[in-house]
C-alpha cells in the first residue's frame, strides 16, 4: 500500500499547480483522500478532501474557490488543481488515505504519501 504524491514545483502568485496522488497496491477508490500541508514553522493542515464513494468534497477556508480536489478511478489517482496561488500557500503537500470520521484530523488516516514541496513566490 502506497500513495506517491507529486506535481509540486516553484510558481508566480496567481499561477496554478495540479498535484495528483498516485496508489499502488490498492484501489484508491475504496478510501477517502486528504490532503494536508504543512509550511515551515507550523502545524500539518488540512487543506481538502474527496469521499470514497459519493465524491463529497470538503475545502479549507483559505482555499475554497481556488482548489479543486478531484479522482480519476481508472487512474488510481486523486488530483489537487490549485489555481490563484498565493504565497501563503507555500508548503509541503501531503495525501492521506483511510476512512476518517473528522476530514481534517491527521491520526483519523490510516496512510500516507511522501510530501510535494509547492513554493509560491516571485
Known amino acids: 500500500v502506497q500513495l506517491q504524491a507529486s506535481g509540486g514545483g516553484l510558481v508566480q502568485p496567481g499561477g496554478s499547480l495540479r498535484l495528483s496522488c498516485a496508489a499502488s497496491g490498492f484501489t484508491l477508490g475504496a478510501y477517502a483522500i486528504g490532503w494536508f500541508r504543512q509550511a515551515p514553522g507550523k502545524e500539518r493542515e488540512g487543506v481538502s478532501y474527496i469521499h470514497s464513494s459519493d465524491g463529497n468534497t470538503l475545502y479549507a477556508n483559505s482555499v475554497k474557490g481556488r482548489f479543486t480536489i478531484s479522482r480519476d478511478n481508472a487512474k488510481n489517482t486523486v488530483y489537487l488543481q490549485m489555481n490563484s496561488l498565493k504565497p501563503e500557500d507555500t508548503a509541503v503537500y501531503y495525501c492521506?488515505?483511510?476512512?476518517?470520521?473528522?476530514?481534517?484530523?491527521?491520526?483519523?488516516?490510516?496512510?500516507w504519501g511522501q510530501g510535494t514541496q509547492v513554493t509560491v513566490s516571485s
Open positions: 492521506a488515505g483511510g476512512w476518517p470520521s473528522i476530514p481534517f484530523i491527521e491520526s483519523e488516516y490510516d496512510f
